[in-house]
């Protein structure tokens, strides 16, 4: 596995605090043996941090399956670069595919449907997403790599699919993503051992307490954090929707309304470049 946070398990805990996710389920499915499975990736991870420090790491495990599934931080950052960001995939899927190794990636599902932003940052966003899967689709299609849509797997847009951060999977969002992708591999001739349960069993269950407390001291700081990133280019998306809706008002005799405007942060401080971040 390699990848962000999703990759790394988050939103499906264990009881003592573990992540399990996406991994442990894809091993079991395919009878892999705890021992010869690998997990590399990390939270906050970009596409860039895939190739440069997690990539070798994989390549020294000879593997015959790798997941990647990284590209939403990256979306959220205001050094956002979608040819960048299509060179590091390309380059990761093409070294694994070298080593003779049977590569999985994941197209990305509209966040909007899942997690509500103020309009104009849902719609810079969407932008963006629709940027990573055309890089997707390119490296995919370049390399014939596997790929699973996350818009198209049944079950996606369930709210019960998603843990309370609306950000990462439940436990039920990994085990649907498991069965994708091992019905992705099976499709390849890949043997799979079994198919994965969609049955929830063996995580912890987190209560109404445990919720608010994880909004108050990771969600609304990390929203805040990443919404100072994403701001400017969704002002600048209105600024762009303003000037159109003028240029066409001239046309017309009428003058458009700007007071959007004033109801957006022009100004970000301490944006960070840095391929990982947490």
């Known amino acids: 596995m390699l990848g962000d946070s999703t990759a790394v ?34 939270t906050g991870a970009r596409v860039g941090c895939v190739r440069t420090d997690q990539l070798p790491r994989v390549l020294e495990q000879a593997p015959d399956v790798a997941v990647v599934i990284a590209g939403m931080n990256d979306t959220l950052r205001s050094d956002f670069d979608t040819a960048a960001l299509a060179e590091d995939l390309d380059a990761t899927v093409t070294a694994l595919q070298t080593a003779g190794t049977t590569v999985v990636t994941v197209r990305f599902h509209d966040h909007g449907r899942v997690f509500r932003l103020p309009g104009p940052l849902r719609r810079a966003h969407a932008v963006r997403v629709a940027a990573l899967n055309s890089a997707v689709d390119t490296v995919v299609m370049r390399r014939e790599a596997l790929c699973v849509d996350l818009d198209l797997l049944p079950g996606a847009y369930d709210l019960r699919s998603w843990s309370v951060d609306r950000l990462h999977p439940s436990e039920r969002g990994h085990r649907l993503l498991a069965s994708g992708i091992t019905e ?90 840095t391929n990982c971040s947490r």
Do not use: F, Q
């Open 9 to 42: 398990g988050l939103g499906d805990p264990l009881p003592g605090g573990a992540w399990r996710g996406v991994g442990p389920l894809l091993a079991a499915a395919l009878g892999v043996p705890p021992e010869h499975y690998v997990n590399v990736s990390v």
């Open 184 to 273: 992705a591999l099976s499709r390849a001739d890949v043997a799979v051992a079994e198919p994965v349960s969609l049955v929830c069993s063996g995580g912890a269950t987190a209560g109404t307490a445990d919720h608010v407390a994880w909004l108050l001291a990771k969600g609304v700081p990390w929203l805040w954090r990443r919404g100072r990133d994403l701001v400017p280019y969704a002002a600048g998306i209105v600024a762009r929707d303003l000037v159109r809706t003028g240029l066409r008002a001239a046309g017309t005799g009428r003058v458009p309304v700007v007071s959007l405007l004033r109801a957006l942060p022009i100004t970000v401080e301490g944006c960070s470049k």
